[in-house]
């Protein structure tokens, strides 16, 4: 496959067109670190491709849970080349424990179960800081209607499952994460962007140890290691690509 033109850059990945495929995009991981909606900035080596490599080996694993994925293939260290989808302009975020904005938000106790686990929305929009959407908003936006909610929930939950029990067998907590869907030729929501550190928190379950993109966050120290921690621990229970 060729590269084509440049069609996107995002805070984790360039977007470019596959030259004689219309259907396919050319994802490229950048080694970048962006946080708080792109205000903190930083990277480190090896980075794009140990997204690359972690959001890959999840996306098999879900796809044999049968769960449809964009994946079509992995390309170089850091390329995945995937179906091009209508995105749906949503952030479908799952919470296991109170962590990040929920905390916050509540002035919840961090780490406390959440049972069951909390599904939100989150409206993709940079300039308005991603702000949180209930149900009749989206209605109201005219992004989806009530029955496409409720199976992006299903979707959520579902995929929250199947990598509840893929990170329990390499010993983490999966806190929450967040993932975006679009629809594909045939208007069915297939699960799209990534599944990775970036877009997960991920505790050690005997430690507590963060090992996810909160160390760059909270400038928790060798942010590195952590991603580097959570691809060692899937290559040696989950195998290599």
Same mark, same amino acid.
């Given at each position: 496959?060729?590269? !084509?033109?440049?069609l996107?850059?995002?805070k984790?990945?360039r977007?470019?067109?596959?030259?004689g495929k219309?259907? /396919?995009?050319?994802?490229?991981f950048?080694?970048?670190?962006?946080a %708080?909606?792109?205000?903190?900035?930083?990277? %480190? $080596?090896?980075? @794009?491709?140990?997204?690359?490599?972690?959001?890959a080996?999840?996306?098999?694993y /879900?796809?044999?849970?049968?769960?449809?994925t964009?994946?079509?293939?992995?390309l170089n260290?850091?390329v995945?080349?995937?179906k091009?989808?209508? #995105?749906?302009p949503?952030?479908?975020?799952?919470?296991?424990?109170v962590?990040?904005s929920?905390?916050?938000?509540?002035?919840?106790?961090? !780490?406390?179960?959440?049972?069951?686990?909390?599904?939100?929305?989150y409206?993709?929009k940079?300039?308005?800081?991603?702000p949180?959407?209930?149900?009749?908003?989206i209605? #109201?936006?005219?992004i989806?209607n009530?029955n496409?909610?409720l199976?992006?929930?299903? #979707?959520g939950?579902?995929?929250?499952?199947?990598l509840?029990?893929f990170?329990?067998?390499? @010993?983490?907590?999966?806190?929450d994460f967040?993932?975006? #869907? @679009?629809?594909?030729?045939? $208007?069915?929501?297939?699960?799209?962007d990534?599944i990775?550190?970036?877009s997960?928190?991920?505790?050690?379950?005997?430690?507590?140890?963060?090992?996810?993109?909160?160390r760059?966050?909270?400038?928790?120290?060798?942010?590195?290691?952590?991603y580097?921690?959570?691809g060692?621990?899937?290559?040696k229970?989950?195998?290599?690509?």
């Amino acid at each position: 496959m060729t590269k !084509g033109e440049l069609l996107y850059e995002g805070k984790a990945k360039r977007i470019y067109s596959v030259v004689g495929k219309p259907d /396919l995009i050319w994802q490229e991981f950048k080694n970048s670190l962006t946080a %708080f909606n792109g205000v903190k900035k930083g990277e %480190f $080596d090896i980075k @794009g491709s140990l997204n690359r490599d972690i959001c890959a080996k999840i996306f098999r694993y /879900l796809e044999q849970n049968g769960l449809a994925t964009h994946m079509v293939e992995i390309l170089n260290a850091h390329v995945m080349i995937t179906k091009k989808l209508q #995105m749906i302009p949503l952030e479908i975020v799952v919470r296991n424990r109170v962590a990040g904005s929920l905390k916050k938000k509540f002035d919840l106790v961090e !780490g406390d179960k959440i049972e069951p686990p909390l599904v939100e929305f989150y409206y993709k929009k940079d300039e308005l800081n991603d702000p949180f959407m209930s149900d009749d908003q989206i209605v #109201m936006m005219k992004i989806l209607n009530h029955n496409q909610i409720l199976h992006l929930k299903k #979707m959520g939950l579902l995929i929250n499952q199947h990598l509840k029990i893929f990170f329990e067998k390499i @010993g983490i907590d999966l806190v929450d994460f967040k993932v975006e #869907m @679009g629809f594909d030729i045939s $208007d069915e929501v297939v699960l799209a962007d990534e599944i990775s550190p970036d877009s997960c928190r991920l505790w050690d379950i005997k430690t507590n140890e963060k090992l996810d993109k909160d160390r760059f966050r909270y400038d928790l120290g060798d942010v590195k290691m952590g991603y580097s921690e959570i691809g060692s621990r899937i290559q040696k229970v989950w195998g290599s690509l």
